[in-house]
């Protein structure tokens, strides 16, 4: 294998790549662009399209495309060839400067929630500069923007972008206050990582419910799942390391700064974490990940499953969303430093996250919301539905010593006492972590952890950066003109301590009495995805999402179409395949056994036998258990027609969750106990055990 240096990034139009090939004026406007958000000089885009031409053919690329995230979840790509006509019946490779910078897909064939109908076709993708171009399966691909023929954003990094330029202005505005000239540009950073399952191929291919959902619809509990906790950062199988392995080569080609790879609590389940990059890359790079995942694991004759709840009964997975914000010049500004109480910029940043965090308490739990992630939330794997925020003992005393006017009293770090003499000594962090908290302040950043596994980042860094980017703009406000700066700032600094205090919890989540206490407190438990939706309108969010620039409300009212319909179409396919499944295998497997216990049966009365053998037993509980899956498929399927019958989205959401996900869930319990009383070579499809267990 070629060493990691040489191989990371080969497949990337980087900054090496283009300072080497670029005009040396050209690469410095293309620069101010990526890292000063200067607008993009038309001129440059010719040099740089056939720059990117040559070095992707030296790399063995015959296409170009516009790779953009629609609102699918997924990425898209149209490819086309650099060839272009010569005399004598011959060809040359050509790619153009408007060819870089604008394509045009069919802007009609993607959710649009109705800012597109079907007749009007056009859309637009924009080349984003500040996202490297690179090589993918033979393809020059071109991150890009998408939006309709009327300019609005049908896509998740238009959107993420604004939001990005939008805290970007507030935050300089606070930091020329504190005196900070020197700093030009502020970014917010994100290292996302990720959870994901892999199952043998062979098992996968003959689960119909994992085809076509992503989950298992059906499944008894394993005799043995995570109950030993022996899985977690335990010994990595030689064939999940060998995806391990290609999996790192394939994402460092790429220029992923893919870091740690370890086991996850449940079997099969793993994870992987990148070092922290922008934003906009950093959401770039995880669509990337995913989709990298999928094609090395089937290399490998494996399946990786990224839904959030493949199998009922063990964790699911999700995606820790590392945020932080940091200057041109290299300064984190949550980073506490060696005295936090005294550092009134920090304290002034913190407490922007905290007042954004509890008045836009809807906005992130709706960032996270899908029908996957429903499954997830509030269980012993993820945080509760309720957002809160942890900050640890040290930052919490320091705070409640400004409300309560006090001096804080620092504290020296404590040596670890392991009771090893010949273990080195170290110090203890000042505060332990806590993994039950939706968002949780880790040393110099927050972690944001209630994203599903499956999702884009774009939405929830969306949201959390607008939200900090309207309490920063109220913040510099307030100050820009004061008269004495330093009683101003500790004045805004206790107002927003006592206001939004609530918000804080260093407790356990999965505790019942939290839930309680949070109502107590005034927050939000919003327990499903039609719930969250259903704030996605309010004014207060419509408000910051357009003066920011980061939504219209045209562009916010589409998404409220086109989030509720997603879930309900995610909900119906998923009725449709348990209705597929329990009628052509389940009920016919349970009506064979059934006959064959009853010959049994019949048998051992016309030897003598009692009436209370196993069989007739067992044939009755078979034959109840049928009878009852029979009523509950025509309970489901019912449930599903009249679903026909509600019209407005948002209606008919809650509709699939409260009936027809009910109707699902009873139908589930029934075949889940059948599966239970019937012998393995005649059970349809292979049960948990053999899917959990199927990577040697």
């Known amino acids: 294998m070629d060493s990691v240096t040489s191989i990371f990034g080969e ?75 010569a005399p004598e019946g011959k060809i040359i490779m050509e790619f153009s400067g408007k060819e870089l910078v604008q394509g045009e897909p069919d802007a009609s064939s993607f959710p649009s929630g109705g800012l597109r109908a079907t007749f009007e076709a056009r859309g637009y993708t924009a080349w984003d500069p500040t996202s490297y171009a690179f090589i993918k399966d033979g393809t020059l691909c071109i991150p890009t923007a998408f939006c309709s023929y009327t300019g609005e954003a049908l896509d998740k990094k238009t959107p993420l972008l604004r939001s990005m330029q939008a805290i970007n202005k507030q935050a300089l505005r606070v930091l020329h206050l504190f005196g ?174 905290i007042k954004a965090v509890d008045e836009y308490q809807d906005l992130l739990r709706i960032s996270v919301a899908s029908a996957g992630n429903d499954h997830r939330l509030g269980a012993n794997e993820a945080p509760p539905a309720i957002v809160s925020i942890f900050l640890g003992d040290e930052l919490s005393q320091i705070l409640q010593s400004i409300e309560e006017g006090k001096l804080y009293g620092a504290h020296e770090k404590e040596k670890m006492q392991i009771g090893v003499t010949v273990l080195p000594d170290f110090n203890k962090d000042t505060t332990d972590r806590n993994r039950t908290s939706p968002f949780a302040f880790t040393g110099n950043k927050f972690e944001f952890r209630m994203l599903g596994s499956s999702e884009s980042i774009a939405c929830a860094n969306i949201m959390i950066n607008a939200a900090v980017a309207e309490e920063l703009k109220q913040f510099a406000d ?128 016309a030897a003598g036998g009692a009436d209370d053998s196993y069989e007739s037993e067992l044939l009755a509980k078979v034959s109840s258990l049928t009878a009852s899956i029979y009523n509950k498929v025509k309970a489901l399927d019912k449930a599903v027609i009249e679903a026909k019958n509600v019209s407005e989205t948002g209606a008919l959401a809650l509709y699939y969750r409260n009936t027809v996900f009910q109707a699902m869930s009873e139908l589930r319990e029934n075949v889940d106990e059948l599966e239970g009383c019937v012998p393995a070579e005649v059970w349809p499809v292979p049960s948990y055990a053999d899917l959990l267990f199927s990577v040697k």
């Open 11 to 85: 497949n990337v139009f980087n900054e090496t790549v283009m300072k080497a090939r670029l005009p040396k004026e050209t690469y410095k406007q293309l620069m101010r662009t990526i890292e000063g958000g200067e607008k993009l000089d038309p001129s440059v885009a010719n040099i740089v399209a056939n720059a990117m031409k040559d070095w992707a053919l030296e790399k063995g690329a015959t296409h170009f495309t516009h790779w953009f995230q629609p609102l699918t979840g997924v990425t898209a790509e149209k490819h086309d060839s650099f060839i272009s006509p």
């Open 478 to 605: 307030a100050l820009e003109g004061s008269k004495d700066f330093t009683n101003d700032l500790h004045n805004l600094i206790l107002k927003t301590i006592k206001e939004h205090k609530r918000i804080i919890f260093n407790g356990n989540g999965y505790d019942d009495s939290w839930v309680q206490e949070a109502e107590k407190r005034g927050l939000l438990n919003l327990k499903s995805t039609p719930e969250a939706y259903s704030h996605l309108l309010d004014a207060k969010n419509k408000k910051v999402l357009s003066e920011h620039g980061i939504l219209s409300e045209v562009e916010l009212a589409s998404r409220y179409e086109i989030y509720n319909e997603n879930y309900s179409k995610v909900i119906n396919i998923e009725a449709l395949t348990m209705l597929d499944m329990a009628k052509k295998l389940y009920l016919p497997a349970a009506s064979k056994y059934a006959k064959e216990l009853a010959e049994i049966v019949s048998l051992k009365k």
């Open 180 to 353: 900070n000239k020197d700093v030009s540009s502020v970014k917010t950073t994100v290292g996302p990582e990720q959870e994901y399952f892999l199952v043998d191929k062979s098992v996968y291919d003959k689960r119909e419910d994992l085809i076509l959902t992503g989950r298992t619809l059906f499944g008894a509990k394993a005799p043995k799942g995570q109950e030993l906790e022996d899985h977690y950062f335990g010994m990595i199988k030689p064939r999940v390391q060998a995806f391990m392995k290609d999996l790192n080569n394939e994402l460092w080609k790429l220029g992923i700064l893919a870091k740690t790879e370890h086991n996850e609590v449940a079997p099969a389940q793993h994870e992987l974490a990148p070092i922290f990059t922008t934003t906009n890359l950093a959401c770039d790079h995880n669509q990337l990940t995913m989709e990298v995942m999928r094609k090395v694991a089937s290399k490998h004759g494996m399946v990786c499953l990224l839904h959030e709840k493949p199998f009922a009964g063990v964790n699911g997975s999700g995606k820790h969303n590392n945020w932080s914000i940091s200057t041109n010049t290299g300064k984190n500004l949550l980073d506490p430093g060696a005295t936090p109480a005294s550092n009134a910029q920090f304290l002034l940043f913190l407490c922007a996250v």
